[in-house]
Every structure is written in structure tokens, then in C-alpha cells.
């Protein structure tokens, strides 16, 4: 965030894919995919699938903590309704407390009793932040859902001390005095933490920094990120954004063994301007175009950010770790800050970032999305008591069946699809395949009016079985709204056609789809 986006480029198909000439605007179009299951590559690391929650707007306060005296059912404060929808996601990993608020955010101020904990203001994101959700709050949250807590410490206002008490604080079992305030704080046994960013866009809001001087900030604050039990940390360095590659160049050049990972920022704005970034909901055809076109350009990010890394680091050691992307529309007047609707539309950039972290199997291993609940392009909405989960709640849950399955080659031949000057592809994919042998195939229709006659097959898996479930709604702004039916759920996927190992599936205009292929 916080740079301005380089005008869109329209961006290469994806190395496997050849585009057939476009077949007009009939109903339907037809196109051929194979599935290289002879030639597996590697595996797809879970923690692709987190998410990310910061002190921001309505993402904690509200949308997770509504405190132990509210009306609205919880567990020590946190709402069971989130608990419960994101248990059922199994999300992987959630990062917190920040984002920019991380570089403002001093740990002390969030543990001990709450009514003695300080109020102070959040210069990034306005209010009061009165660290009711701490530490320990978050923790607990982290377990009830069963989520990989990923902790973003202070790099910008913070020193390597602070972090390194904090460190101390959430692991060790010794009796150091500040594993015994811990206790007395109500947690016994050290908390499991593997995943520390070392601050966060230390190029912006994290101290507007050049990357020499975070560079060496950097080893600095890592030489102090100890052991403090039998669990080793994993070092995350603050990484790029979008198309900042002399950052990852001298990141990767000067500290590249000092870290576990490096992370890489991209939000998808359909006009490319942070003043004027277009509606969540109030859209056409050309803004779904540009949508979908921005969104592509992560492949191009991924792909030059990870060339940079294997200059470095052929053997792949450091894993590239997309902690912030998804769509930032404009907030509407009155509500809180960056929250904003998702529909069908948010469904499809979900698939295809999904897709394209699967095809960077061998060096994107973590990812998380922004934001978990009430911010950009979130899992889940509240509105008081109300909860609802979006389309792009749907998308994560339809790609958990690629949790630790080993990537497959895709070879797809299909139309482009083109708007004026500019085309995007059509079909969108990418496979796995399971320890019990089942291929999956997680393919979008990035075309809004035209369903797909995809003709299938599975190289080195001969397959005569064919399930799976869809996204898809009548338009492409349909959403899931606060007392209404929702508009975008998925549905049983039945457009399937088999003749020997012929396999023919029809992929719904403007669709998530993913297949079990056996
Ligand atoms: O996710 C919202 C903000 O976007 C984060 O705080 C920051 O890291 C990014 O610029």
C-alpha cells in the first residue's frame, strides 16, 4: 500500500498457457486443460491460506472482541460466531496486530488487567485504542480457532529490546521474571510462536526507511530474536510492494541469510489510484475487467520477486510471504474505516491469487489476506449481533482441499477474454494432488458472460470420477448482505460429462469451481 500502483500492464498468460484466438461473445467457449500429474512439484504449504487482523477500523473491536458483558454470544469477550466460522475454515495462520499499526503498537500496553491498561490514540487508523485485545486475548483467540499465531513486532518506533522481552515473555518456561509475569498474567505454559515479522512495510509507514538502512535495522533486530524453548522462530523480514524490486535486490543481497522469509505486499484497486480506488459494489463490466487485470499482475510480482530471491537463495531457503493482499475499494461515507462489501467479484480475485500462490508452490509458503473480519477484502462481515460470510469466506473454503498436496502442472488452452484494448485470460487454474492420490483442480471463468466447455484430462493419472462444488450467482456484484438469503454460496458443481476418460465439465460465466478428480 501507501505507493502509488504503476499504470496495469496486461499481463502474460501464465507460462503454460497458450491463448486460442477469442470466440466472440457467444453463450459459451470452448477450451482443453491438462493436468501433469506425472510430473508433481512441490508441496503446497497450508499457511498460504491465512489471514491477517489488525487494530484497525471494526477488524478487532467489534468484529472479534465485543468484551465479556456483551449481548452478543462470546467466549472471554470473543464472538462465537467468528470463532465457530473460522474454526470451520481451519484458518492456518492469522497475522496481527498490524500493518502499520504494528510500528506504533508497544506490547506492555496490551497485558495485565484491562481496566488498568492505558488508552492511547491510533494515529493510523483514528480512535482510541484502549487494549482491551492484548496479547493474551489474541492467544486465546489464536486457540480457540485453532490458527498459527504470526506476531509483526514494532521495528519503526520499537527497539531490539522491546522485541526481544516480548519474545521472551510469549515462550519461555523458565522462571525469568518476565515468564513469571506472564504467569501471573494468567498464562501458565509458554504459548507456541513461530512466525515473527520483523515490522512491516518498513519502506512506509514503518519508518520510511531505505532498504540499506532497514537492511541492517533488520540484523539488528534479528541477532536478538533468541530461543527461548524448544521452538526456533522464524524471521520474517518486511518486504516489498508490488514492483519494488530494488528492495527485495538489496534485502536479499545483505540480510537474504539472515532471514526464514520475506514478505511482499499487493492490494488489487480496480483503477490503480489510492484517491479514486471504484465501489465495492457499484460496478460494471469495464471495472470488473480492470479488476481482474490488476489482480493478475501478482503472477508478475511473484515471479520477478522470487527470480531476485534465487540469485540469492537458489536452494529456495527463504519463502516469499504474501502477509497482505486482496481488493481496497473506497470506504463508503459513514462507515468505519476500509470496510467495505465483497461480492462475486472478490470471489474471483480470492481464486485466482489462490491459484497463483499454487503455481509459487516452491517459494510462496505463507500468505495472508487483508483483512479477517470488517476490513478490505474480509472473510467475514458483523453488523451488531448479524454475522455474514462472504464470497471469499467461500473461495478459502472450497481451496482447503490443497492443504499439503503437492502441486501439479496445469497446460490450459483457452480464449482470451477482451474488453476494448486490454484482455485478461478466460480460465484461470491451478491443481494438486493429495496423499490419498486424489487430483484437485481449482479453476475460475474470469468471464462474466460465457461459460466454459472445458475438455479435461489427467496426465499419468488415468480418471473416470468427477466431483465438486462452484461459486457462481446471476451477477456480478451479487453479495452476502445482513438479513437477506445469501446471494453467493457454494453450490454442488453437476456440468460434469464422462465417456471413458473423456472428461467434459461446463464452467459456469463468472465462476469459482473446484474439482476432485479421480
Ligand atoms: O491492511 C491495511 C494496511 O495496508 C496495513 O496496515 C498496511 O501494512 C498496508 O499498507
Redo the contacts with the bound molecule.
Sequence with gaps: ??TALASAQAPAPPAAASAAPATGRGSSFDATLTIRADHPGSKIDPRIYGN?A?H?GRGIYEGIWVGEGSAIPNTRGMRNDVIAALRKLQLPLLRWP????ADEYHWRDGIGPRNKRPHRANT?WGGVETNAFGLHEFMDLAELIGTEPYISVNVGSGSPREMAEWLEYMTSDSDSELAQLRRKNGRQKPWKVKLIGVG??NW??GGNMRPEFYADTYKQFATFIKKYSDTTFERIASGPSDEQYAWTNVLMAQAGKQMDGLSL?Y?TLPTGKWDAKGSATRFGESEWHATLLRTLRMGTFLSKHSAIMDKYDPAKRVSLVVD?WGTWYDTEPGASP?YQQNTLRDAVVAGINLNLFQQHADRVRAAAS??AIN??QALILTKGSQMVLTPTYHVYDLYRVHRDALALPVELSAPRYLLGQASVPTLHASASRDAAGVVHLSIVNLDPNRSAQLKLKVAGAPSRKVSGRTLTAPTMTALNDFGAAPGVTPAPFEAIQIEGERITVTLPAKSVTVLAIQ
Excluded: I, R, T
Excluded at 498490524?98 to 499499526?101: E, H, L, S, T, Y
Design positions: 500500500m501507501l491477517f489488525e484497525l498490524g500493518g502499520c499499526f493510523w512491516n512495510e512506509g509507514c505486499h492490494y497482505e476500509l487483508a483483512q476490513v478490505l
